[in-house]
């Protein structure tokens, strides 16, 4: 399915009432998911507990 067909699918699938705001975060949030699988099946992905670290580390600088 084309990014065009996935859009158009899904703000058919909205409230006729939706805001444009709310359409625009919808398409935001299925990019990033788009993106997150394709990193995933590239393995471009960081271990549980090396994000953990990470986290902690960004913590103990605030």
Known sequence: ???KE???SLIQNLDDDVS???VIDR???LRKIELGI?????G???EHDAFMDELEAEDAQQ
């Open 20 to 22: 444009i705001d709310d």
């Open 38 to 42: 394709v990193q995933a099946d590239t």
């Open 27 to 29: 398409l935001y949030l």
């Open 44 to 46: 471009d992905v960081m």
């Open 1 to 3: 399915m084309s990014s």
């Open 6 to 8: 996935k859009a158009i």
